[in-house]
């Protein structure tokens, strides 16, 4: 069974950081792309940052450049999202997701976590 497990949400000040994990079962974890998306109440969902399967290259939402970073353990099967100087405008639920291909994953990716409320109060 193919799991994808977000933590690390939760309510922070403006300013202030969060580090979100999304701890993978079920596939070679290694072999995969993975990618953070979140969705905001009214909004379409939005893609976030990405990683490719060996983390030599990141990819991230202009909003977030500069202030998300994006990593992985592959000797841990868990992705991170190390989120700092937050504005209220980051307010969402956040989803970790995997997909063989970078593409495919940023327009729909094969898994999908439960995802994690972060709340930014101003």
């Known amino acids: 069974q193919v799991q994808l497990v977000e933590s690390g949400g939760g309510l922070v000040q403006a300013g202030g950081s969060l580090r979100l994990s999304c701890a993978a079962s079920?596939?070679?974890?290694?072999?995969?792309?993975m990618g953070w998306f979140r969705q905001a109440p009214g909004k379409e969902r939005e893609f976030v940052a990405g990683?490719?399967?060996?983390?030599?290259?990141?990819s991230y939402a202009e909003s977030v450049k500069g202030r998300f970073t994006i990593s992985r353990d592959n000797a841990k099967n868990t992705a991170y999202l190390q989120m700092s100087s937050l504005k209220p405008e980051d307010t969402a639920v956040y989803y970790c997701?995997?997909?063989?291909?970078?593409?495919?994953?940023?327009?729909?990716?094969?898994?999908w976590g439960q995802g994690t409320q972060v709340t930014v109060s101003s």
């Open positions: 997701a995997a997909d063989l291909n970078m593409l495919a994953l940023k327009s729909g990716a094969r898994y």
């Open positions: 079920g596939y070679t974890f290694r072999t995969y792309h």
């Open positions: 990683i490719v399967w060996d983390g030599v290259s990141t």
